[in-house]
């Protein structure tokens, strides 16, 4: 699709964050007149990472303080949805949440009911405060019976000092132990892209993943009737789009490009 077209008929963008509006710690050049144009023009953006190791609360502070201030409607994780698949799927069940105190904080104000005994579902998060004890009850309760649940499939996670184990890494070393796979709900999922809709009450063709990963941020779109615009400011090489069963609806330098062909319209 012609590029200054799929930004015109964009009405939400979900952005991304590390890699795509910041990297680390530093924000992106051209990431803040971005969200101008996008405001100036009446259209609409919400932030959506799969990195569910750290509280909404967490990311508008870190926002915050590169001169980005929303509020909490501007910010969803992958936690949040599970948070609301729990809720739809499992309400009133007992979980074993192996996550950070973050990713708790989130669970426990939003009514989710944990236990450190057997469980009725297992959820697994980006857990950075992983300990051999928490992996052993989760394979154990899991083995036992308790459904096997987790935020998002990102096997890395990209640092200034190379990758680190992400969520995936940590689900299959849980399933190499008990033979059984999790059901993921974070980004490329349908449930997030119905819980966007279901929260901005955006219509589905007219909103835009944008992000640096073609198998997460672009899928998500691409795959589920919307939109998935691919920044090259992260992750993802332009040479990778060769071998990507994925294919973005547009391929931009960064969000600065698309700053710059939003404010022609």
Known sequence: MDKRALLEQTELFVLDMDGTF???TQILDGSLEF????ERLGKRFVFFTNNSSKSPRTYIEKLAGMGCRIDRSRILTSGDVMIQYLKEYYP?????????????ENF??????????????VVVGFDMTLTYEKLERACTY???????????????CPTRDGFIPDCGAMCAAISLSTGKQPRYVGKPFRETVDMVLRLTGARREAVSFVGDRLYTDVKTGVANGAHGILVLSGET?????????????????????????????
């Open 22 to 24: 910041y990297l680390d």
């Open 35 to 38: 969200l101008r144009q996008v």
């Open 92 to 104: 009133q069940k007992s979980v074993f949440l192996m996550g950070t105190p973050d990713l708790e």
């Open 237 to 265: 090489k332009k040479e990778d789009l060769a071998d990507s069963d994925t294919v973005p609806d547009a391929v931009f330098a960064d969000l600065k490009e698309m700053g710059a062909l939003l404010a022609g319209l």
């Open 108 to 121: 426990r104000e939003n009514g989710i009911r944990l236990t450190e005994a057997m469980p009725d579902v």
């Open 142 to 156: 899991i083995r036992n019976g308790a459904v096997f649940l987790a935020t998002h499939l990102d096997i890395n």
